[in-house]
């Protein structure tokens, strides 16, 4: 599958931007994202880490969903500054279009 590199890249994009608390690297892969409310979240948090691992894809034609497993730890701003963590299974599902890939949704749970 000739996709799978330029999917994976986008999702370790996703990975990174969601890491570093970086706004506008998240855009840049994921650029309907609610900007604003990623502003507010990313506002919260003192750190965060995400892992996303085992990541399965499936692609047809212009459109792809990756499905991976993972972890988020993070650290909010206010209240007990515990480290926490969360597993979880990430769907975040791409298309490709003139520039390349790109996020179109994430689904979290």
């Known amino acids: 599958m000739r996709a799978r590199p330029a999917i994976l890249r986008?999702?370790?994009?996703?990975?990174?931007?969601?890491?570093?608390?970086?706004v506008r690297a998240a855009q840049a892969v994921?650029?309907?994202?609610?900007?604003?409310?990623?502003?507010?979240?990313?506002?919260?948090?003192?750190?965060?880490?995400?892992?996303?691992?085992d990541c399965a894809l499936s692609v047809r034609g212009d459109r792809a969903t990756a499905r991976c497993s993972g972890t988020v730890q993070y650290r909010p701003r206010v209240g007990s500054r515990t480290l926490r963590e969360l597993a979880g299974q990430w769907t975040i599902t791409l298309k490709r279009g003139a520039r390349?890939?790109?996020i179109t949704h994430v689904d979290a749970r």
């Open 10 to 22: 986008v999702v370790d994009g996703y990975e990174a931007a969601y890491s570093r608390l970086d």
């Open 100 to 102: 390349g890939w790109a």
């Open 30 to 53: 994921w650029p309907s994202v609610d900007r604003q409310a990623l502003q507010r979240a990313f506002g919260s948090l003192r750190e965060q880490r995400l892992t996303l691992e």
